[in-house]
Antibody, heavy 113, light 112 residues
Framework: QVNLLQSGAALVKPGASVKLSCKAS????????IHWVKQSHGKSLEWIGY????????NYNEKFKSKATLTVDKSTNTAYMELSRLTSEDSATYYC??????WGQGVMVTVSS | DVVLTQTPPTLSATIGQSVSISCRSS???????????LNWLLQRPGQPPQLLIY???RLESGVPNRFSGSGSGTDFTLKISGVEAEDLGVYYC?????????FGGGTKLELK
């Protein structure tokens, strides 16, 4: 069955970067876009963007264009999201999702000195 | 960006009760291709969201048929016909007709 396995929780310092991973299995990786979604604690969901694993084409929410960079490694069926210049506003749970149908378990990122 | 307004923000129900959640959009969600890209998600406590309904009224595979969706244009409704304990959590509507995709603020379904 479809599974999206995300990397473990991260504690990072303000100003640093973090790279989150999302390993897909149970389907042909290049057939579906991978989306990333942010959920701040106790709050609603925000769409960050998506990547086409086949072509590498990306589409970002304008709000996250200078914050997030989406990439894939087709050889390992893994999608990545790098978040840069982290601030406390970036502390949240981040989900990868296959076209909103299947979701990873989420990864909590905490930005603190 | 399209704003999705969900009401009520909190819903208290007893087991077996039927309930409805409203999702109103700041713009029509009818795409030029004739589809309306409005989905409903459920997020149980401590879990990632799961897709319940897509394209307004189509039930995702494996989702019980006590869930149903309706609406058009800017007004949409999710109905649960006979709440069960496993239905508790936060419901979100999400649209992908207009970029960027946006989510509603959520409706928390709890036991009365």
């Amino acid at each position: 069955q479809v599974n999206l396995l995300q990397s473990g929780a991260a504690l990072v310092k303000p100003g640093a970067s973090v790279k989150l991973s999302c390993k897909a299995s149970g389907y042909t990786f290049t057939d579906y876009y991978i989306h990333w979604v942010k959920q701040s604690h106790g709050k609603s969901l925000e769409w960050i963007g998506y990547i086409n694993p086949n072509s590498g084409y990306t589409n970002y929410n304008e709000k996250f264009k200078s914050k997030a960079t989406l990439t894939v490694d087709k050889s390992t069926n893994t999608a990545y999201m790098e978040l840069s210049r982290l601030t406390s506003e970036d502390s949240a749970t981040y989900y990868c999702t296959r076209s909103i149908t299947n979701w990873g378990q989420g990864v909590m990122v905490t930005v603190s000195s | 960006d399209v704003v999705l307004t969900q009401t009520p923000p909190t819903l208290s129900a007893t087991i077996g009760q039927s309930v409805s959640i409203s999702c109103r959009s700041s713009q029509s969600l009818l795409h030029s291709n004739g589809n309306t890209y409005l989905n409903w998600l459920l997020q149980r406590p401590g879990q990632p969201p799961q897709l319940l309904i897509y394209l307004v009224s189509r039930l995702e595979s494996g989702v019980p048929n006590r869930f149903s969706g309706s609406g058009s244009g800017t007004d949409f409704t999710l109905k649960i016909s006979g709440v069960e304990a496993e239905d508790l959590g936060v419901y979100y509507c999400v649209q992908s007709t207009h970029a960027p995709r946006t989510f509603g603020g959520g409706t928390k379904l709890e036991l009365k």
